[in-house]
Structures are given as structure tokens and as C-alpha cells.
């Protein structure tokens, strides 16, 4: 089948060619195939885009398709379909960066900085750095999650990152299909470079911590109180008396906000979660997804906790 690649500038120059490729991807269509594919047609691209020995991504290069990021996907993972068929074209990009130029850095967990590129090799920067006294605070707002959709927790994990949250912790629930648990998304090797790139985006250096919890019961019941003490705890829930300002305008401590599936939590949970000292609040009128739910609420709680 024929895939349609757009390139760079610079490889387009290395490799003497337009901005837009075709090239011929072998059963069945994944990243790899055409990534081997786009070298065996351009053989001088070999190594510019993955490394000759390991096949790991280059650092700088990143892939995108259909609007989305697919850097951090695993090369076996079949291309969309809209990249299948030729509606989209798989695209490949470089972050530029040049010697003497001066870039933001951080250490993870660690404080912010800046540095200075002195030299370019191989898919490597050297940077000389140099980094703030103080390392940021982690955010004062935790998560507890219900397990959504992968596609829907791939989505998610740059997003909360981003709008700041200390710790993730997402559990099972009676409306969460069990084999979203089967995800490779919750495996730390695929969801830590989607936080990385949430923090670069927010110019934070806190790593959320993450736990995952297949029994809702044992999680809140025996879990809850050593993964989060001492927390403000709130549940989103429709028809709540309270909304979330009523809670947060009276209270320092830190916030534990728990969100539902996209059926909400059932009774059973929803009383297990009072008993354990969540207080219900509403999030309004509307119907939201899980991931426009996550974003709003965390960003929500942010703003009013240091509009106190």
C-alpha cells in the first residue's frame, strides 16, 4: 500500500526529495514498516530518524498524524486509518536546535533552569546548564481516576501533567470494562514520556505519582488514607448540593479529587467513597467526557486554591 510521508526541510534536503513522499509499506501498516519503508527508499536517511542499532526514535524527531502526537507510540502500532487509506499523511518533524542557542531545562523532580547548547552530535546535545536554588512545589491537587478508555487515558496523561497534579491514582469501578486494565498505556514505560512531555509543556519539573488499583474497595477501604493523608477528598458527582468552591474556599490542606467513569460511579461506590470522607459536589448542568472533566476540575481547583 502506498503511504503518503511529509518531511522536514532538512531531510528533504539530505535526501534530495519533495516535502511530500510515497512510499510502500508492506502488510501490516505500522510505524515500523514505514519507517523501513521511507530508509529502504532513501537509504541516506538511515539513522537520521532512528538509531541504526536499537531502532529507538531519535530524541529530536517526533511523528504526527490525524492531529495527534504519535512520538511516544510503540513502532509496532499500526498507523491510523485515515494514513491507510491516503487521507492523511504521516508526518516527521525535527525540534531545531543550534550551538549557542539557549533553551529551558529541568531536572525531573528537580529544580528549573537554563542552558546553553554547545555542541551537536549524533542525535545528541551538549547543553551547559545552569539551575535555580529552589525545586518547585508538587501540586497541591491529586487525582483519583477511574480507569477510561485507552485511547481516552492517552489523551490524558500529557493533559494532567500539564494542568498540574501530584499524584494519579486510578482504580477500577463497576462501570470500567475490565480489559482497559490490559493497556500497555499503564505500563510506566509508555505513560512517562507522556508526563515528561505534559511537564515540558507547563515548564514543570514534578513527576506525578502514579498507582494503579484493580479493587476499588481494597483501594479506598485499606490504600487511600497512605496514599493520601491528610487530604481535603471531593467527588464529582451530578445532583451534589455543593459545588467545588464551597470546599475549597474554607480549606489549606491538600485536594484529593475523585472522578467517575463516563457511566459515573454506582451507589455502592458512591456510598463507600462518603464513608471514607469524600464529599460530593457537582460539576454543573452539563455532561462532560472524562478527559474534559479531568482538565476542568483539576484547573478549576487550582485556581481557586491560590485565588485564597
Known sequence: MKIRVVLPAHLQALARCA??????????????????????????????????????RRDFVRFFACEEDLSHEPHESPLPRAVVTGAEPFLIDVLHVLPGQHVRVGLIDGP??????????????????????DVPDRPRVDL????????????????????????????????????????????????????????????????????????????????????????LRLVAHPGAASRLRDSLERSDQR??????????WNE???????????????LGPRTLRTDTACVALVSLAHDLLSSR
Not at 512510499?23 to 536517511?45: R, S
Not at 455502592?268 to 457537582?282: C, D, M, S
Open 19 to 56: 516535502d511530500e513522499v510515497v512510499v510502500a509499506v508492506d502488510e501490516p501498516p505500522t510505524v515500523a514498516a514505514l519507517l523501513d519503508a521511507l530508509e529502504a527508499t532513501h537509504p541516506v536517511l538511515q539513522g537520521t530518524i532512528r538509531d541504526h542499532v536499537t531502532g529507538k
Open 255 to 264: 485536594v484529593l479529587l475523585a472522578i467517575g467513569p463516563e457511566g459515573g
Open 112 to 133: 528549573r533552569g537554563t542552558g546553553i547548547v554547545t555542541a551537536l552530535d549524533a542525535g545528541r546535545v551538549g547543553l551547559r546548564c545552569a539551575f535555580e536554588a
Open 144 to 231: 483519583l481516576l477511574a480507569v477510561p478508555r485507552p485511547k481516552v487515558m492517552r489523551r490524558l496523561w500529557a493533559q494532567l501533567a500539564a494542568v498540574g497534579v501530584g499524584r494519579i491514582i486510578l482504580t477500577n469501578a463497576t462501570r470500567v470494562e475490565r480489559n482497559y486494565f490490559d493497556t500497555h498505556l499503564l505500563t510506566e514505560a509508555a505513560y512517562r514520556p507522556l508526563l515528561i512531555e505534559g511537564l515540558q509543556q507547563a515548564r514543570d519539573t514534578r513527576l506525578p505519582l502514579v498507582s494503579i488499583h484493580r479493587r476499588f474497595r481494597v483501594l479506598v477501604e485499606d490504600d487511600l488514607d497512605a496514599l493520601a493523608p491528610g487530604t
Open 268 to 282: 455502592f461506590e458512591l456510598a463507600l467513597l462518603r464513608a471514607h470522607g469524600f464529599t460530593p459536589f457537582e
